[in-house]
């Protein structure tokens, strides 16, 4: 008899629910309407990677909930789950969507700052994040229900 004890793991999101989420973020931060003005931009068009903020479900959950409620995030990952040519490093300008623990989109953000760090010895890589979509709605961390949109 094995006994296994894993921790609770987050759940990946269904990569509809993430294009929909795509397109209805696109729309609220107003690229579509720039698009048939000014032509397509690269960053409009391709749907962006997701993440989540903790590989916890509870935790990711509550600290997109915060994201949101902020406006903004901060993201440390040690340098060495990067490749060493720094080519995969986030780069300002870079959009993410993050996910809450049971793999539902929650927050189109973007990368406005990246520093590369020694920390104790270690090399870590400190990401800022600021909230595009949705706007700064009011969202509580007791709202998660209705966490998507």
Request: proline share 9%; glycine share 6%; charged share 30%.
């Amino acid at each position: 008899m094995t006994s296994e004890s894993a921790e609770p793991q987050t759940i990946a999101p269904d990569p509809k629910s993430v294009s929909d989420f795509w397109e209805l973020a696109r729309n609220e931060v107003g690229w579509t309407r720039l698009e048939f003005l000014l032509g397509s931009q690269q960053e409009s068009l391709v749907e962006p990677p997701w993440m989540h903020l903790s590989p916890y479900p509870d935790k990711a959950t509550a600290l997109v909930l915060e994201l949101r409620e902020e406006g903004k995030a901060q993201v440390v990952t040690p340098r060495d789950a990067y490749p060493e040519d720094d080519k995969d490093l986030p780069k300002v300008g870079d959009l993410t969507i993050v996910c809450t623990g049971d793999g539902l989109p929650a927050a189109l953000v973007m990368t406005t700052e990246v520093s590369v760090l020694d920390h104790d010895g270690d090399s870590i890589v400190e990401e800022k994040l600021r909230c595009l979509h949705p706007r700064q709605r009011g969202v509580k961390a007791s709202d998660s229900a209705d966490v998507p949109t």
